[in-house]
């Protein structure tokens, strides 16, 4: 999470949305609680030379639309072949 309590300290001096800086927080720690899960899962980094030929590889991913009390969250859940 990059820099929560300053970007809650802003929004309240600037009177923003908190429950639009959570949702956007939420969804940041999300997608990339996802996308290590895939990488410890495959036991190689992204582009690491190990997981060429290795019978099971990343295989992009698909989007996906969750719905929460801070809002709508926009996930993008990664692939692998197998």
Known sequence: MN?????ILQTLATKGDLNELFRSH???AVNTL???ELTAFLDYE????IGFHSGNSRNGTY???VKTEYGELK???PRDRN
Not at 3 to 7: F, H, K, S, V
């Open 3 to 7: 820099n929560l309590t300053t970007d």
């Open 26 to 28: 939420l969804e940041l």
């Open 34 to 36: 996802l996308r290590t």
């Open 46 to 49: 992204k582009y690491e030379r």
């Open 63 to 65: 989007d996906r639309k």
């Open 75 to 77: 996930l993008q859940i």
